[in-house]
């Protein structure tokens, strides 16, 4: 039995209608450009993703693992939208592409500034066909400067944003952050931008051009440790996560498993030293602020993990939780899956295939006026929707 079995089973249903009437053309392919489609999709955009006859979007092959011949990966970022396979570079395919763009209001590109230009799927292009367009480029560095032409990936833009340097333990090589942040980040950053953008026109029906790098996002993710080295000049090191601006907001082991714990203000301490049974410490005036406990960084760290190394991680945790103190497994993405409270917020489902057990999906994991979202439709098969987004989108 695969662990996607064990998800609630939804059937397509109205699902969110905060965008409904809005249509976005998505050109994109792989994963940024499809997870931001995705977002607007699952708000209640109408989506039409436009790929290559044939081989389709990139992420279509990205396995194993396959399900009904598709990727994961592809049904991890195309929930409720509809596709269509055709040529944008010229006949017949550029002619309905033109035509659809003409009946948009936003279009999602992941090209490099040159390839839009070359394909005539640049904002001025494109807004010259429908005025008023928002017209959202993802690229690894922008439309303009000097690596504008440098093809990217997410690995490449955890690399860039001192991401990797800071993930993974001190004196070992940098990691990259176990899923592909960049992507995803740079995906949110272009559905919010777009959103904004339809306020906006909706206003002064004014279109926009949006840009955005993937680099840009993934720095911009970093801000509080950018900031306190632009602050004090100190360049952080990579620490296992060990050297957070709170005094204690790490990992520590406990009789059996590991587990996280985050002391971040004056009453949490307080509480945990009391959980503990050792008030008088949690009370010495050397600590009794942050900047304190960080001076006596050391100390504090060896005793908590004396502490705990006592009892076992559910000891604990049922403990922390009673008492309001920060604490936490760390879930395997297994045990991420099996949790119960993921499928009841509806974080976690699955949909009809043609398969017994169906097709898996994470979900928005937004609640709006107490209800989370239903998908609409499953991710499309390639070309599948040529005959309904005509009729729909051109009468014809």
Known sequence: MLPSQSLPLVSPGAGFDLLAGVRVLDLT????????GQLLADFGADVVKIERPAAGDDVRAWGPPFIDGSSLWYLAVNRN??????????G??????????????????????????????????????????IHASITGFGLEGQRTD???????????????????????????????????????????????????????????????????????????RIMAYLGSGEVPHRSGGRDSVIAIYQVFQTKDKLLTLGLGNDRIWGKFWSCVGEEAYGGDPRLASNAGRREHRSEVVERIQ??????????WLGLFAKAGVPAGPINSIDEVCADPVMARRGVLYRVAGTREEG????????????????????????????????ADWLGA
Do not use: W
């Open 29 to 36: 392919s792989s994963v940024a450009g499809p997870y931001a």
């Open 81 to 90: 939208k509809r596709s269509l396979a055709l040529d944008p570079a010229g």
């Open 306 to 315: 004396r502490i705990l190394r006592s009892q076992s991680r559910a000891h």
């Open 92 to 133: 017949e395919g550029r002619e309905l592409l033109m035509k659809l763009v003409g009946a948009a209001e936003v279009v999602l590109v992941n090209q490099l500034a040159r390839v839009q230009r070359k394909l005539g799927l640049d904002y001025q292009s494109l807004s010259a066909v429908r005025p008023g367009l």
């Open 359 to 390: 097709v898996p999906q994470v979900g928005l994991s937004i609640q709006i006026d107490g209800r989370h979202d239903s998908y609409r439709c499953p991710p499309p098969g390639l070309g599948a929707d040529l005959a309904s987004v005509t």
């Open 150 to 224: 440098m093809p990217c990936y997410d690995l490449i833009a955890e690399g860039y944003s001192g991401v990797m340097d800071l993930t993974g333990e001190s004196g070992r090589e940098p990691q990259k952050v176990g899923t592909p942040a960049a992507d995803l980040l740079a995906g949110q950053d272009a559905a919010m931008a777009v959103l904004a953008a339809l306020v906006r026109k909706q206003r002064t029906g004014q279109g926009c051009m949006i840009d955005v790098a993937l680099v840009d996002s993934m720095t911009r993710f970093m801000t509080p």
